[in-house]
């Protein structure tokens, strides 16, 4: 890669712009993950590039959804490893679920240089590597799941995730929390809590959240479910979104 | 490359994006390049994915532009020849104009592998590889361009320029046609002529638009950007974004 000229006055958005593509060279994240890292790029200037009140809204139902599951999973794929693997990781290890790892263009290696990289970030169970089930409804290699993962999870975390998955998971009666920028994608539209917020951003916050929340009862951390409307949420983003492209 | 699977919903969309991935492989686009990409797909979802009314008037002006222009010159990077190719050279046939490649991350091999392929679709005149001048106050190896190419245009088409190149053109006191999905970027702001469609289609409608309008007198195309407004043209399509986002 070139160096970005200093004098470029968008250069902090090309550097991270680069820290992506830094994840195509370590075998990380795909090429047609970084289209999609574009696409949410776009919508997050459209945001404002900062975390929404509706948008922590959503993190604090989706971190409530978390205590009180039986047995949530975290769902990684090369966009989420390449941008907040710390997080995913530390969130793990705050809420004692395991990590699945699930990505779109499946290769063998790239499956496994995201879980060698959650381990060195400190990943105490790491699925993915070994799939023994499958998600009904998808094609075959969309479909790899693991049993002790996703496969048997009452409570998915799935960022970045692609509608058709994200439905199939929903279909098998799992409640389903993305982070999508796109409040309007099928994705967004189809999970249980949508956090329409940048991962960079939203997963940090969550772990943050994690330790807020912890000492909650299990009728506070129900409070804070039955207070959160996902239609609502949605709406609100659609809604910050026209107001800055008014301004 | 894995397949994509045909049963995916977004079947449509996916293959358009591996067509740029391609671009990658071809050596034509870089892997910001795909990032950028990405952005452009989501502004023009933003847009319906169609050639909107504001578009539609900002290209017949760009039209009628290049057809008064003395020395009009079409610049062409990785994105716009690893998506449409044949248009540039097509409009470039047309009007008799040179064509120059002008690349974010400048290395002489994509430089090289883009001239070729425009070669081969038929370009009669590509600048790009032996650049002789600078565009001044850009950075030394983003400054590159060549005599009787774009250093000497009076008018230059852009499309999916960077902002900061974008400027600098128009402080040589070049009038500038871009093409760009944001309306709201400073490309978009800074250029003589914004075109906010995908260049996708964008291209192939200014090559219909050349054979509908070079019989025109000059006083008949002066007439065309005498009625045109670019300021207008960015307000109408930012309010056709709001209106989807609404719908």
Same mark, same amino acid.
Do not use: W
């Given at each position: 890669?070139?160096?970005?000229?200093?004098?470029?006055?968008?250069?902090?958005?090309?550097? /991270?712009?680069?820290?992506?593509?830094?994840?195509?060279?370590?075998?990380? $994240?795909?090429?047609?993950?970084?289209?999609?890292?574009?696409?949410?790029?776009?919508?997050?200037?459209?945001?404002?590039?900062? $975390?929404t009140?509706?948008?922590?809204?959503?993190?604090?139902?989706?971190?409530?959804?978390?205590?009180?599951?039986?047995?949530?999973?975290?769902?990684?794929?090369?966009?989420?490893?390449?941008?907040?693997?710390?997080?995913?990781?530390?969130?793990?290890?705050?809420?004692?679920?395991?990590?699945?790892?699930?990505?779109?263009?499946? $290769?063998?290696?790239?499956?496994?240089?995201?879980?060698?990289?959650?381990?060195?970030?400190?990943?105490? /169970?790491?699925?993915?590597?070994?799939?023994?089930?499958?998600?009904?409804?998808?094609?075959?290699?969309?479909?790899?799941?693991?049993?002790?993962?996703?496969?048997?999870?009452?409570?998915?975390?799935?960022?970045?995730?692609?509608?058709?998955?994200?439905?199939?998971?929903?279909?098998?009666?799992?409640?389903?929390?993305?982070?999508?920028?796109?409040?309007?994608?099928? /994705?967004?539209? $189809?999970? /249980?809590?949508?956090?329409?917020?940048?991962?960079?951003?939203?997963?940090?916050?969550?772990?943050?959240?994690?330790?807020?929340?912890?000492?909650?009862?299990?009728?506070?951390?129900?409070?804070?479910?039955?207070?959160?409307?996902?239609?609502?949420?949605?709406?609100?983003s659609?809604a910050l979104m026209?107001e800055?492209?008014?301004?």
């Open positions: 890669m070139s160096e970005i000229p200093l004098s470029h006055p968008r250069y902090a958005s090309l550097l /991270t712009r680069e820290k992506v593509v830094l994840g195509v060279d370590e075998g990380i $994240t795909g090429l047609p993950g970084l289209v999609a890292q574009g696409r949410g790029e776009a919508f997050d200037y459209f945001l404002g590039e900062r $975390t009140l509706p948008g922590d809204d959503a993190e604090r139902a989706a971190v409530a959804m978390l205590l009180l599951a039986e047995r949530p999973v975290l769902s990684v794929n090369g966009n989420v490893a390449a941008l907040v693997p710390q997080g995913m990781v530390d969130l793990a290890n705050k809420i004692g679920a395991p990590l699945e790892v699930n990505i779109f263009y499946r $290769t063998e290696e790239r499956v496994k240089n995201i879980a060698d990289l959650l381990r060195r970030s400190g990943a105490k /169970t790491v699925y993915g590597e070994d799939p023994d089930a499958h998600v009904p409804g998808l094609d075959h290699e969309r479909a790899k799941a693991c049993r002790g993962g996703v496969y048997d999870a009452d409570v998915v975390l799935v960022p970045l995730e692609d509608g058709d998955r994200c439905e199939a998971l929903v279909n098998m009666g799992k409640k389903v929390i993305t982070v999508d920028l796109n409040p309007l994608s099928r /994705t967004a539209k $189809t999970a /249980t809590v949508t956090i329409v917020d940048n991962a960079v951003r939203a997963l940090p916050n969550m772990v943050e959240l994690v330790d807020e929340m912890i000492g909650l009862s299990r009728e506070e951390l129900e409070a804070v479910l039955e207070g959160y409307e996902n239609e609502a949420v949605l709406r609100r659609v026209i800055h492209l008014r301004g």
